[in-house]
């Protein structure tokens, strides 16, 4: 059965990213987001230069403000730096942040992330952001990255990271 282990705590160090900005409204997030993903790692990874983790990919989600409708959305791979960013390319920065960290491990190709599959996992994240409410505060309205090393996908499994920043509440 797939599903999400529950979360680790982790510090994340500030990286960078080069991929395809889209825009996409949260309505359509969870059936949107893995078609990019997917378009974005057959036909525009190896238009990045000097990816640091080839076989890596990272979706990073942006909402620039809560009041929108909307999230911009990278599917993209980590680099060094941000100096060689190809035409119809965007870089991003992820900060240095203390992160809540999931795994989703499903017995399908990696492919098969699909609306049912990465609901699962936000449920399970929601549940778990209103069981601890006050003792720490999930950011994922603001930022959040999903990372999947195809690497990991030996034939039988895959799985999915997902990580947030956290404000824990020390009161």
């Given at each position: 059965m797939s599903?999400?282990?529950?979360?680790?705590?982790?510090?994340i160090p500030?990286?960078?990213?080069?991929g395809r900005m889209h825009q996409i409204e949260i309505a359509?997030?969870?059936t949107k987001a893995p078609e990019v993903a997917k378009q974005f790692w057959w036909?525009?990874?190896?238009?990045?230069?000097?990816?640091?983790?080839?076989?890596i990919y990272y979706g990073l989600t942006r909402a620039p403000d809560p009041s929108l409708s909307w999230t911009y959305y990278l599917p993209s791979m980590r680099v060094m730096d941000l100096n060689d960013i190809p035409d119809g390319f965007t870089g991003d920065t992820f900060p240095?942040?203390?992160?809540?960290?999931?795994?989703?491990i499903g017995n399908h190709h990696y492919e098969e992330i699909d609306e049912l599959r990465?609901?699962?996992?936000?449920?399970?994240?929601?549940?778990?952001?209103?069981?601890?409410?006050?003792?720490?505060?999930?950011?994922?309205?603001?930022l959040f990255f999903e990372k999947?090393?195809?690497?990991?996908?030996?034939?039988?499994?895959?799985?999915?990271?997902?990580f947030a920043p956290i404000r824990v509440n020390y009161t």
């Open positions: 599903k999400p282990t529950w979360p680790h705590m982790v510090m500030s990286f960078h990213l080069i359509e997030a969870l036909n525009n990874r190896h238009e990045v230069p000097n990816p640091v983790e080839p076989n240095t942040s203390l992160c809540a960290g999931f795994r989703y990465a609901e699962v996992l936000y449920t399970a994240i929601d549940r778990l952001a209103q069981e601890h409410k006050g003792r720490y505060e999930l950011l994922d309205s603001e999947i090393d195809t690497d990991a996908y030996n034939g039988m499994y895959c799985q999915m990271e997902w």
